[in-house]
T-cell receptor
């Protein structure tokens, strides 16, 4: 199956700074790349996604970039706020399979 | 729709007992996934179904684990016999078609003592 690697596993930033999380995948057939945010004790929830025919997508302070040739994609959060503190998961999907990275615990320091 | 519904929310059982986790996907969703979440291994895909048919169960850790989907609105994940290392949060998720957002249930926190 698909192998998704995610880095870093933990990330601390000052409020207002940017945060970047990177993922790589192995299966070139993957064509859908969502990012999920999981707050403590809650379920993972989608925050942004991108498809393989798009190189970049932005939604307010959140952006995702995809390099299909290199099989890597990244999440960028600008002007971070304390409420951005959570665990973030990337995933790669094709048809039905849906594989997640190991997660990044982001802490935004006020 | 109430979203993906899992039961129970918490389960504490003794080693060796049978455990059954339940999931009701969002109506109309063709795909159903079972995940296990631990600190060490993150979100592991155990098995997924398409139109009630198991497609890939390569993530099921051992024969002690089994999953069924008898109809479009119900799935179970069974562990028999349970062991302490099975302690984790188990999530069920569903998506309408392949390659689209997966919606997660609230999860079942399983503790095997």
């Amino acid at each position: 199956g698909e192998n998704v690697e995610q880095h870093p596993s933990t990330l601390s930033v000052q409020e207002g700074d940017s945060a970047v999380i990177k993922c790589t995948y192995s299966d070139s057939a993957s064509n859908y790349f969502p990012w999920y945010k999981q707050e403590l004790g809650k379920r993972p929830q989608l925050i942004i996604d991108i498809r393989s025919n798009v190189g970049e997508k932005k939604d307010q302070r959140i952006a995702v970039t995809l390099n299909k040739t290199a099989k890597h994609f990244s999440l960028h959060i600008t002007e971070t706020q304390p409420e951005d503190s959570a665990v973030y998961f990337c995933a790669a999907s094709w048809v039905g399979q849906f594989y997640f990275g190991t997660g990044t615990s982001l802490t935004v320091i006020p | 729709d109430a979203g993906v519904i899992q039961s129970p929310r918490h389960e504490v059982t003794e080693m060796g007992q049978e455990v059954t986790l339940r999931c009701k996907p969002i109506s109309g969703h063709d795909y159903l996934f079972w995940y296990r979440q631990t600190m060490m291994r993150g979100l592991e895909l155990l098995i997924y179904f398409n139109n009630n048919v198991p497609i890939d169960d390569s993530g099921m850790p051992e024969d002690r684990f089994s999953a069924k989907m008898p109809n479009a609105s119900f799935s179970t994940l069974k562990i028999q016999p349970s062991e302490p290392r099975d302690s984790a949060v188990y999530f069920c998720a569903s998506s309408p078609i392949g390659g689209t957002e997966a919606f997660f249930g609230q999860g079942t926190r399983l503790t095997v003592v």
